[in-house]
């Protein structure tokens, strides 16, 4: 499946249709002077505008859920989303999504 495909996946699994998403792969250096605290990916959304923007280094599935679940759930911590992705995860391997 193309990262787009997986995007458009799980924006309507999460109910996030009705945003426009833009995915940028970018490099580790990248990474670093965008978010010092970014691990592999990070999100950024307008509610407003209805547009999300995915920055990823790797985009996996388990990243493109995690980025997407903060702005499904926008005030959970990072400990939170990152259950969260865990769990999904775990039902995407047992065939449930």
Known sequence: MTNIK???KWKKIL???EYRTYLDIITKEEMIE???LAYNGVCLYCNEK???IIKVINPTERTIIHELL???YQDY???KIEKLTI????DVKKGVI
């Open 6 to 8: 997986l995007v458009d």
């Open 50 to 52: 209805k547009l999300i």
């Open 34 to 36: 965008e978010n010092k």
């Open 87 to 90: 769990k999904y995860m775990k």
């Open 15 to 17: 109910g996030l249709n």
């Open 77 to 79: 911590s990072e400990n």
């Open 70 to 72: 903060h702005v499904k």
